[in-house]
């Protein structure tokens, strides 16, 4: 009664995508170790009991206070809460809902923070936005710029988010770092084994330089 796809693509384009699975993968990252914080992307989720037509699959969305496991669907008479926090990546077929049904939505469902991001500043001023609910409706949250970048904090997440190159990045108000998503990850361990690779190579010249000093020590 309550299918798991609604026959549209997760992106439409590669732009969208890597926004999608970097938002995704950052967060689920982040909440690993926390068995009350769900992280989804793209799920459906369902919002009135009995009527399937009634659902709306964000993004990206996450969950504090439901339990992490894996789903079909995310029921929301069955779940403890409504999504939190909601992310929607702007394309051409989805952009218009993104700032006018999906919003009405999210507010109504009680969703507590709504953000939406432009990857090609095609739709959206600015690029990135972010919403907070304030009674019924959403406000903007305040935006400040930090080295040239626009910067906006998110309270539900207790992270600064902000544009670079396109990509979105989500950095630790606490340690101020960025937070890594798979392709850095990937980057990061490449760069250290080849550090590695490289200090083993180095090690092995400088013990066969060791072996041959030793060996003209004893002929002399």
Known sequence: MYPSSDGLPLAENDWQLTAIHDAFGVL????????????????????????????????????FGA??????????????????????????NTWQ??????????AELGVREYWLFDPRDEYFDPV???????????????ARVESGARTIRSEVLGLDLRVENQALRFRDT??????QTLADATMTMRRAASAL???????????????????????M
């Open 128 to 142: 990135l936005q972010g919403l907070g609910l304030r009674g019924r409706a959403y406000r903007p949250l305040p």
């Open 28 to 63: 689920n990252i982040r909440y690993l170790d926390r068995p009350d914080v769900y992280v989804s992307a793209d799920l459906l989720i369902y919002y009135e009991e009995g009527d399937p037509r009634k659902s709306v699959a964000p993004d990206v969305f996450v969950v």
């Open 67 to 92: 339990a992490k496991h894996k789903r079909m669907v995310y029921k929301l008479w069955e779940e403890p809460k409504a999504p939190d926090f909601v992310l929607e990546v702007a394309s051409e």
């Open 97 to 106: 809902q993104d700032l006018g049904r999906k919003r009405a939505l999210y």
């Open 197 to 219: 690779a490289e200090e083993q190579a180095a090690r092995r010249v400088a013990e066969a330089c060791i072996a041959e000093l030793e060996a003209r020590l004893r002929e």
């Open 174 to 179: 606490g340690s101020g770092q960025d937070l």
